[in-house]
């Protein structure tokens, strides 16, 4: 496979698809850049080396072309900034062959929002509501079709092919998968956070140090069965945090109060407990919880088992044995996945589950433990307590992380690796 510190991009254009989908306020200021910053290594090898860059990303779910709200236009100035390049834009990235054959050596252009174009993710779009069902497939047959076509043309704009995005790796779409296809195998490659995503997967899913050990957390089981059922092949532990220990509780017999709980999914839950006996995984479950008189940081607390929380109290967080038997089983494990908080940790009364699974995993990492942690909240958990730089690292895509632990193969990633 090629890789990116190997090719030498001098005269090249590369075609390099970011993940550019950052947060931007009322006027279009970007309030988050992570995602701009995290592709930079990236986009300053290839300017380095004396290629140039053809950048291309999506930016929220435009559903006409152009649509100002999602435009890209709105931070080619923080781009340029960052890059230390001035980054050219194109308004429409269907157009951009003149402008791509003009880019010289260290030179930067950036192409309007992707998903202006119903061709990048290959869906329909403006299908009457009462289309028949025969109407619907040919829709879809007719999309398909001319989505290899725009990708073709994407490629036409370049001699190589880098793709940066791992949070759309997930997706089959034009720029993120079907556009590989037009490149030869040694002019396509991972950009570096791709690269390095894909890395810490591996080392989670194949390449994995024993003991491992997953801390699910989170509200809904409904939302991680998949992921659960495809741990169960693969941890020596599985801890259950979150709202989603109230499901399990009750399905062994235990009083919840009014904690959340998914009623219809006590027998799933009791089938989660009989795999994991029969696969050999230790599924660790909370014995205590911090509970509360409302669904507030302000609401009276106390502490009680998790199995007898009194009517009209909820389950919020984990309580201290929960802790301490989590944080035993985590700083005795060699590598550890963690999606989901233990509690409402987005209240400050309700955070020190979280906190202390944060320091049983940093403590863990020191010990030469490697610890990757992802998906949406949990991340936010790490930010919150200033330790994401103390855990091996931190997923930037939610969505392509969860469907790579679910044991799915990742579009973005097996058009690149085959
Ligand atoms: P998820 O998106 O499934 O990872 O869930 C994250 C959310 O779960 C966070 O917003 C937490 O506040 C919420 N959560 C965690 N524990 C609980 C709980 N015991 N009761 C209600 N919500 C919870």
């Not at 200021?29 to 053809?54: E, M, W």
């Not at 157009?95 to 992707?114: D, M, R, S, V, W």
């Amino acid at each position: 496979m090629q890789t990116i510190d190997n090719f030498n991009f001098a005269g090249k254009k590369a075609f390099v698809r970011v993940d550019f989908n950052v947060p931007v306020d009322e006027n279009f200021n970007i309030t988050d850049d992570t995602r701009i910053r995290g592709a930079l290594p990236t986009l300053k090898k290839i300017l380095a080396d004396g290629g140039s860059v053809i950048i291309a990303s999506h930016m929220g779910r435009p559903k006409k072309n152009p649509d100002a709200k999602y435009s890209l236009k709105h931070i080619v100035a923080h781009v340029s900034a960052k890059l230390g390049v001035d980054v050219k834009f194109v308004d429409d990235c269907a157009k951009a062959a003149e402008a791509c054959a003009a880019l010289k050596p260290g030179e930067a252009l950036l192409l309007e929002n992707l998903r202006f174009y119903a061709e990048e993710e290959g869906k329909p779009r403006g299908l009457a509501e009462d289309a028949t069902d025969e109407e619907k497939a040919a829709a879809k047959k007719a999309i398909k079709a001319s989505q290899k076509e725009f990708a073709k043309l994407l490629a036409s704009y370049a001699d190589c092919y880098v793709n940066d995005a791992f949070g759309t790796a997930h997706r089959a779409h034009a720029s993120t998968a079907l556009i590989a296809d037009y490149f030869d195998a040694d002019h396509k490659m991972f950009g570096y956070l791709m690269n390095q995503e894909v890395l810490a997967i591996e080392k989670i899913m194949t390449d994995t140090a024993r003991p491992f050990t997953a801390i699910m957390g989170g509200s809904k089981v409904s939302s991680k069965i998949e992921i659960i059922e495809n741990l169960l092949t693969k941890v020596d532990n599985l801890i259950i945090a979150g709202g989603m220990t109230y499901t399990f509780t009750k399905a062994l017999g235990g009083k919840i109060g009014n904690s959340i709980c998914e009623d219809d999914k006590l027998d799933l839950a009791l089938g989660l407990l009989e795999k994991a006996k029969a696969n050999n995984v230790k599924m660790v479950l909370a014995v205590d919880a911090k509970i509360a008189d409302a669904f507030s940081n302000d609401a009276n607390t106390k502490f009680v088992n998790v199995d007898e929380i009194p009517d009209g109290w909820e389950g919020m967080d984990i309580g201290p044995k929960t802790e301490a038997i989590f944080a035993d089983v985590i700083k005795n494990s060699k590598t550890i996945l963690w999606n989901g908080p233990t509690g409402v940790f987005e209240f400050d009364n309700f955070t020190s589950g979280s906190r202390a699974v944060a320091d049983a995993i940093v403590e863990a990492t020191k010990n030469g433990a490697f610890s990757l942690v992802g998906g949406g909240d949990s991340v936010a958990c790490v930010n919150k307590f200033g330790v994401a730089d103390k855990v091996s690292y931190v997923s930037t895509g939610g969505g392509a992380l969860l469907e790579a632990i679910e044991g799915l193969v990742l579009p973005g990633i097996a058009a690149i690796k085959g």
